[in-house]
């Protein structure tokens, strides 16, 4: 008798349930890399700022600028109600140790 014979049962059932698949997909920026008049995405800053009538505000800024002369074009900003419908009239209040007007580069 074959002495690997005993764990064959083994590795076809350690095998069946190894589940290879694929790695998540990042999600897309939600800036364009290159703005309307064709300039690249420089810098990308974030943060979440405190908010009067919602649980706090995500706010984003792109800025681009033009690669062959150097020189900062355009921006994009965006900004997220968390927990509320509606605009408040960019009337964030001021920050506190959870939150604050700081905003952090993640490019």
């Not at 349930?17 to 974030?46: I, M, N, Q």
């Not at 943060?47 to 690669?67: G, H, Q, T, V, W």
Request: proline share 8%; net charge positive; with cysteine.
């Amino acid at each position: 008798m074959n002495r690997m014979m005993p764990w064959v049962p083994v590795f076809v059932i350690v095998s069946g349930c190894a589940h290879v698949g694929k790695a998540p997909t990042p999600l897309a920026p939600w800036y364009p890399v290159v703005s309307d008049r064709g300039d690249s995405v420089f810098v990308v800053f974030e943060s979440r700022i405190p908010c009067a009538d919602c649980e706090k505000i995500k706010f984003a800024l792109a800025l681009y600028r033009n690669r062959e002369a150097d020189t900062p074009t355009t921006y994009k900003m965006a900004r997220v109600h968390v927990a509320k419908g509606d605009d408040q009239e960019m009337s964030p209040r001021v920050g506190d140790a959870g939150y604050s007007y700081a905003l952090n580069r993640t490019r």
